[in-house]
């Protein structure tokens, strides 16, 4: 990082637990999750000086009918929509008007109901020979097919990676979907494509999560707890590039991001201590625990039925549940994933929570595809 | 969907030149080789050439199935659930998904043809050839 750019701290977390759709306008479920921030800060929202909203599925304009409530202070506001990492982009955002030193204080807020009609996709005048046939959950299965069919392991290990996450969420009381569930009665349900059976897919709802960023000399000028501040150390945004035929393109893509993140960060993948994936369908978590380079390739699936990514293994993997418990409610999802790593951090993640953590990771893909990671670092630990 | 008026995209999408021989439609890019499906209309995505440097030419509907799934649940045009989706490797080296014949396993010889679904959609579906049983 050049002399000229400045560190960048999480000092307050806020969330609307995630859950099934209501007549809730989003507005609250924002405000809910800003108030908490705001709050958990020690703070007061005439010191937010830039906000970012990250939101996909509600439409254009939402953040200032939502922040005015908060009282209209003027500062800058914009919506950022980036698909799955509208949340984790906003954060980026925030970070990069602090590190550049544009602000001292900046909120990253995602909100999100399920109201969406099309999309970029389908607007992008482009047809295929799927076209309508192939959801998410199809083309995971598709995947999953290809990781049993290479790698030897059984379905018995993407059971267990939604029994770990399930698990993981029973104990987040902002998980959407909080169900006792373990691998023989994930097997047993009835299939949804391929392999992939309920427990395996995420549910998307409705939620808010925020976190504020500040500078050191926010830190000290508002009198902010420093020992509960969280650096991010490295926050990095890559996008998808041709690859050669048949390789996973979000896999790959998150090999270059995980690879610039923990070099902007100085560390190693052997530090990181709790690590947050975009975890919608159980074959990603192992997908990309080998993308990242938690496990060699092929050897995921061992490592999840050995417990290594359980919360007291040696690196915790959606300890809040990810978003197959937690929920994946799209515009909240990324920066709920970087509330969790800081609750963790602080060591304030109660009966989730992952022994002696001081370094952690939030990966977050965005059909399209772009990749998002954040690390964040307890330095005083 | 299919209307009276308008081709389905599987149609759209393919050609016919030989009687018999399905082939699908593509664009082969000038400057870099980069060969797109669905044929590419905006720009080359490896190196961004456009235009008249996207050559339009065809690639043999016929392939090897990478790996096949049965979507147990859909809601929406073309064939009732469950059926059968594969990633297929064509002959060309291009890798497309499409709808296979219920069965088809990884490793299978497939050729696709364009059939007619009970909605009135039309659809490009694999199935296995003798080479492949």
């Not at chain 1, 958990?40 to 010191?47: F, K, P, Q």
């Not at chain 2, 030989?18 to 190196?47: K, M, N």
Request: with cysteine; charged share 20%; hydrophobic share 45%.
């Amino acid at each position: 990082m050049p002399e000229t750019q400045r560190r960048v701290y999480v000092v307050g977390v806020g969330i609307h637990p995630y859950r099934a759709p209501s007549p809730t306008p989003y507005v609250q479920l924002g405000l809910t999750a800003v108030r908490g921030a705001l709050a958990d800060a020690g703070l007061r929202w005439t010191d937010v000086e830039s906000a970012y909203v990250g939101s996909a599925l509600i439409g254009a304009a939402i953040g200032q009918p939502m922040l005015r409530h908060l009282g209209a202070t003027g500062i800058p506001v914009a919506q950022v929509e980036n698909a799955s990492a509208s949340g984790s982009t906003a954060v980026r955002q925030a970070y990069l008007d602090i590190q550049a030193g544009a602000a001292d204080v900046s909120i990253a807020v995602g909100v999100d109901k399920p109201a969406m009609r099309s999309d970029g996709y389908r607007e992008s005048g482009t047809v295929d020979l799927v076209d309508g046939l192939v959801n998410p959950a199809t083309h995971f299965a598709l995947l999953a097919e290809e990781y049993l069919r290479t790698s030897g392991a059984t379905p018995a290990a993407l059971a267990r990676v939604a029994a770990k996450n399930h698990a993981n969420g029973l104990r987040n009381p902002a998980a959407q979907r909080r169900e006792a569930i373990d691998v023989t009665a994930i097997l047993a349900e009835p299939p949804i494509a391929g392999v992939l059976t309920k427990h395996q897919c995420c549910p998307v709802g409705e939620g808010a999560a925020a976190v504020i960023l500040a500078s050191e000399d926010a830190i000290a000028r508002l009198g902010i707890d420093p020992s509960r501040a969280v650096r991010i150390a490295a926050s990095v945004a890559r996008s998808e590039e041709v690859y050669a035929p048949g390789v996973f393109p979000d896999a790959e893509l998150t090999k270059v991001t995980t690879s610039v993140a923990l070099t902007e960060a100085g560390i190693s993948v052997a530090d990181l201590d709790v690590v947050e994936v975009h975890d919608a369908f159980s074959i990603e978590e192992l997908v990309y625990i080998e993308a990242i380079g938690l496990s060699g390739p092929g050897r995921a699936a061992a490592d999840v039925l050995a417990g290594d990514y359980d919360i007291g293994g040696r690196c915790a993997v959606s300890a809040s549940g990810g978003l197959q418990s937690m929920g994946h409610p799209v515009g909240p999802t990324g920066v709920g994933q970087v509330v969790e790593i800081t609750t963790q951090l602080r060591g304030e993640a109660g009966e989730r929570q992952q022994p002696g953590a001081r370094v952690g990771l939030a990966h977050m893909l965005g059909i399209g595809t772009v990749c998002i990671e954040h690390v964040l670092v307890r330095d005083d630990a | 969907m299919s209307t009276e008026n308008a081709p389905s995209p599987a149609r759209t999408l393919t050609t016919e030149d030989t009687p018999g021989s399905l082939a699908l439609r593509v664009t082969r890019c000038a400057e870099d080789g980069l060969i797109a499906f669905p044929p590419e209309q905006f720009g080359c995505q490896r190196c961004g050439a456009h235009g008249d440097r996207l050559v339009p030419t065809a690639v043999p509907a016929i392939g090897t199935v990478v790996d096949a799934v049965t979507v147990h649940r859909h809601r929406g045009p073309g064939p009732e659930a469950p059926f059968s989706l594969a990633t297929v490797d064509l002959d060309d080296g291009l890798i497309v998904r499409a709808l296979v014949d219920g069965g088809v396993v990884h490793g299978a010889a497939v050729e696709g043809s364009l059939v007619p679904m009970a909605d009135g959609t039309e659809w490009l579906v694999f199935a296995q050839t003798e080479k492949g049983i």
